[in-house]
């Protein structure tokens, strides 16, 4: 098995894992985080960039984005 298809595998099993959902209309890997008994809610975001780096971002249900990361090499 190819090396880079076998670590795009771990990754999504890694991510399904952590509790992410892939939105396949936004075409990114996200999971819910809410406070104060759902009143607030956060979307962490894990997407695959064109050249093949992996970012997470931290942003509200209405796209605004506060947070933004590459984090390829935290993957396994």
């Known amino acids: 098995m190819d090396d880079g298809f076998s670590r795009e595998v771990a990754i999504r099993s890694l991510l399904r894992s952590k509790g992410y ?7 990114w ?3 819910e985080w809410t406070t104060n008994g ?3 809610r ?3 975001v894990a997407a695959k960039t064109d050249d ?3 970012n997470k971002m ?3 249900p209405d ?5 933004a990361e590459t984090i ?3 993957f396994t």
């Open 38 to 40: 759902g009143q607030e």
């Open 21 to 27: 959902q892939f939105d396949q209309e936004n075409h």
């Open 63 to 67: 796209g605004f984005m506060f947070y």
């Open 42 to 44: 956060v979307l962490e």
């Open 72 to 74: 390829s090499e935290g």
């Open 29 to 31: 890997w996200v999971r």
């Open 58 to 60: 931290m942003m509200t």
């Open 52 to 54: 093949g780096e992996w």
